[in-house]
C-alpha cells in the first residue's frame, strides 16, 4: 500500500470544509462477474460506473457491503483483499484466462484493501473497507474496476464454501462517503 499517498489524503480529510454530514454515494455497479480457475479457486470482478466529480472528493469511508450467510458451514476465517483492475475487460467475455495479460485478472498488486472475515462474527453482512483504493483513484489512477480475491498467502481465490458463506458476491454494494472540496481548497498537483 502507498503510506505517501494515504498521508496526503488523510490531510486533504482534514482540511474538508466542515459542511456537517458528508454526502454519501451509491456506486453504481454496471456488472459483477465471477471467474474461476478450474480448479475451486474464484475471483469476483465489479466494474464500475464512472464516478464523476472523484477529484474533488474528500473521501471519508468507502466500503463493499456483501450479503454473508451465519448458518454456512465456515470453519476458518476468511481473509479477502480488493484490488483494483488495470485493463479494461468485458463481462461477457472475460475469464480466468481471457481478456488477461495474465491469468486470473490484471490488477494492482501494491494497492489494496484487505479485511479478515471471521465465522464466528459473522453477521447478515460484511463490510469490506476500501477507501485507501479510492483514494488512489481520486488521485487520477485509472482503473477499470474491482477485483475481489483472498491474501496471496491463502492461495489464489476464494474456495467454494467461502463463496457460499458470502452468497452477497453476486450483488454486492459499494458506498463512498465524502465531502466535496472548493477547487480553491485543492493543492495545486491535484487541480
Given amino acids: 500500500?502507498?503510506?505517501?499517498?494515504?498521508?496526503?489524503?488523510?490531510?486533504?480529510?482534514?482540511?474538508?470544509?466542515s459542511t456537517?454530514?458528508?454526502?454519501?454515494?451509491?456506486?453504481?455497479?454496471?456488472?459483477?462477474?465471477?471467474?474461476?480457475?478450474?480448479?475451486?479457486?474464484?475471483?469476483?470482478?465489479?466494474?464500475?460506473?464512472?464516478?464523476?466529480?472523484?477529484?474533488?472528493?474528500?473521501?471519508?469511508?468507502?466500503?463493499?457491503?456483501?450479503?454473508?450467510d451465519r448458518r454456512s458451514r465456515l470453519t476458518s476465517p476468511i481473509v479477502l483483499q480488493v484490488h483494483p483492475i488495470t485493463r479494461d475487460w468485458t463481462p461477457g467475455t472475460v475469464s480466468w484466462t481471457a481478456g488477461w495479460t495474465r491469468p486470473g485478472g490484471d490488477f494492482h498488486d501494491e494497492i489494496y484493501?484487505?479485511?479478515?472475515?471471521?465465522?464466528?462474527?459473522?453477521?447478515?453482512?460484511?463490510?469490506?473497507?476500501?477507501?485507501?483504493?479510492?483514494?488512489?483513484m481520486r488521485y487520477g489512477t485509472r482503473?477499470?474496476?474491482?477485483?475481489?480475491?483472498?491474501?496471496?498467502?491463502?492461495?489464489?481465490?476464494?474456495?467454494?464454501a467461502e463463496t457460499q458463506a458470502l452468497p452477497g458476491l453476486s450483488a454486492p454494494r459499494l458506498v463512498v462517503e465524502y465531502a466535496t472540496l472548493p477547487r480553491e481548497r485543492l493543492p495545486a498537483w491535484v487541480r
Fill in 113 to 136: 484493501a484487505r479485511t479478515a472475515v471471521d465465522p464466528s462474527q459473522l453477521g447478515s453482512e460484511v463490510r469490506m473497507d476500501v477507501e485507501s483504493v479510492f483514494r488512489e
Fill in 20 to 68: 456537517g454530514r458528508p454526502e454519501r454515494l451509491a456506486v453504481p455497479i454496471e456488472a459483477v462477474r465471477l471467474i474461476d480457475d478450474g480448479q475451486g479457486s474464484y475471483r469476483v470482478l465489479l466494474k464500475l460506473e464512472p464516478i464523476q466529480g472523484i477529484e474533488n472528493m474528500a473521501i471519508s469511508q468507502a466500503y463493499i457491503a456483501i450479503d454473508s
Fill in 143 to 160: 482503473f477499470y474496476g474491482l477485483i475481489l480475491t483472498v491474501a496471496p498467502y491463502r492461495g489464489i481465490g476464494l474456495r467454494s
Fill in 1 to 17: 500500500m502507498r503510506v505517501r499517498t494515504l498521508a496526503a489524503g488523510l490531510l486533504l480529510v482534514a482540511a474538508a470544509p
